[in-house]
């Protein structure tokens, strides 16, 4: 792999390398996400650019971009650092992502007090998103870091539907389908797994693609279970509702006292 000045790449440089892009570790604090540029092979035998794929990559990057801007200032999103050289800009977080973590065999499980106060990071990140009119359906492990002080920080808006500031995203739809609802099912997942420290993924394309929820994890006993079930049965209309019901003294006893009786201390 090369820069696009033709100078070689080092292996300890990249850190992920994607569908679309790869990661590089740009200088010991910044890291840059740059499209890949693609060459396939032309029927005389010499190589020549994909501009189809890399158009698609460069469409990618753009739109990432536009949702890095839109999110400046909102709580709970990586530190973006601008553009560089045609790829994104941000800030480096040596500890890498939350999936990394919870697959690392050399960390152990972290202590409960820790995942609920991710539990609480991973809604304040996608609340953050919905407030700016971004949905964003790739929630997953893999696209939270962790930063130095342990806090939760929401990345890779590849895929997000950027709508214009004044939607009412309570009712909106990209045109794939995904929806405030949609969100909120993967922000479960993710929820899910920090309760559980397994990994959860179930895919749900949007609201026609619903799983079936006797196909659900049960959350009997697990901390949150209530919320994430709600997360799952569209009982919250946005994240902005959870986290009220969270900070609410009484709904909070309530939800101390239920998993109390589950065995959840
Ligand atoms: N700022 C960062 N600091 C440290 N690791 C990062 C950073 N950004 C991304 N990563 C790592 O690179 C992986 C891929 O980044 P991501 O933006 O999700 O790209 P992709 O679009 O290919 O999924 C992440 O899952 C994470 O492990
Ligand atoms: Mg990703």
Known sequence: ?????????????IIAGG????????????????????????RDGSWMPDTVQDELN?????NEFVAYIRLIGCRGIAEFRGSIADSLALKYYPAGSLENRLVSSECSMPPLGLRLRWMSDAVHSIN???????LLYDIALRNFVITEDLTLLA???????????????ETAEDHLGVTVRVDMFHLGCVLFSLATWKKC????RSEEHWPLLESLPCVTGIPWGYLIWSCWVKRFRNCGELLRYCSKPRAR???KMRERKQGIE
């Open 253 to 255: 006893r309530r939800r």
């Open 58 to 62: 460069e469409a990618a990057y753009l």
């Open 155 to 169: 990345i890779d808006f590849e895929q997000a539907s950027i709508f214009p500031e004044d939607t009412n995203l």
């Open 19 to 42: 569908h679309s892009s790869v990661l590089i570790l740009h200088s010991s604090d910044t890291v840059l996400k740059v499209p890949h540029k693609t060459l396939v092979k032309g």
């Open 128 to 134: 953050s998103c919905h407030e700016a009119r971004i």
């Open 1 to 13: 792999m090369l820069w696009p000045d033709g100078s070689s790449l080092y292996p300890d440089e």
């Open 201 to 204: 993924h179930i895919e749900c």
